[in-house]
C-alpha cells in the first residue's frame, strides 16, 4: 500500500466515481478535484492506493468526516473501492487493514464506517454494526471496529 501518485489521481478519481457518485449530483471532476487536495494535505487523513501489475487496483480513506455523515463520530474509514478486475485478491481487506494501522499510527482507539451491502466483509475484519438506520430509503449499518483491543 502506498499513497496515490500525481499519476494515479485520475484512475483513483474514475474508480471512486464510477463507484460511489456514478448518477449522484458529483461529478467526477469535483471528486478528483476534491481527491487532489486531499492528497496534497496528506498527514493524519490520508488516501491509500493497491497496486496490482502496475495498475491501480483499489483505493481508500482515512478522514475526520465522512460527506455526508449520519452521526456525529470520528475518524472514519471511507471510500474503499477495489476495481472489478482485482477483486476476489484480497485487496480490499490489505487497504482496511493498512488504514486500520496507520489509525493506531496515530493513536485512533476507534474507527468508524458506514456499508451498505459489505457488511459481512468487515465483519469478517472484526467491525461490529453499532446501528441499522435508512438513509434515502437504503438501509445502512454503522460500524465501528475498536483497535486498542485489536492485534
Known amino acids: 500500500m502506498a499513497k496515490p501518485t500525481a499519476d494515479e489521481l485520475a484512475?483513483?478519481?474514475?474508480?471512486?466515481?464510477?463507484?460511489?457518485?456514478k448518477g449522484s449530483d458529483r461529478s467526477l471532476l469535483q471528486d478528483r478535484s476534491e481527491i487532489e487536495t486531499f492528497v496534497r494535505n496528506q498527514g493524519y487523513e490520508v488516501a491509500l492506493v493497491a497496486e496490482s501489475d502496475g495498475r491501480l487496483a483499489g483505493t481508500c480513506l482515512f478522514v475526520r468526516n465522512e460527506i455526508d455523515a449520519q452521526?456525529?463520530?470520528?475518524?472514519w474509514l471511507a471510500g474503499l473501492v477495489v476495481a472489478p478486475e482485482f477483486r476476489g485478491r484480497g485487496l480490499g481487506s490489505?487497504?482496511?487493514?493498512?488504514?486500520?494501522?496507520?489509525?493506531?499510527?496515530?493513536?485512533?482507539?476507534?474507527?468508524?464506517?458506514?456499508?451498505?451491502?459489505?457488511?459481512?466483509?468487515?465483519?469478517a475484519l472484526g467491525w461490529s454494526v453499532v446501528e441499522r438506520f435508512r438513509d434515502g430509503g437504503q438501509p445502512m449499518a454503522l460500524m465501528s471496529k475498536n483497535l486498542s483491543a485489536a492485534e
Open 11 to 21: 484512475a483513483m478519481a474514475k474508480l471512486r466515481y464510477d463507484a460511489f457518485f
Open 71 to 75: 452521526h456525529d463520530v470520528s475518524p
Open 94 to 123: 490489505k487497504l482496511v487493514e493498512a488504514i486500520e494501522a496507520h489509525a493506531r499510527s496515530v493513536a485512533c482507539p476507534v474507527i468508524h464506517l458506514y456499508t451498505s451491502n459489505a457488511e459481512g466483509f468487515y465483519a
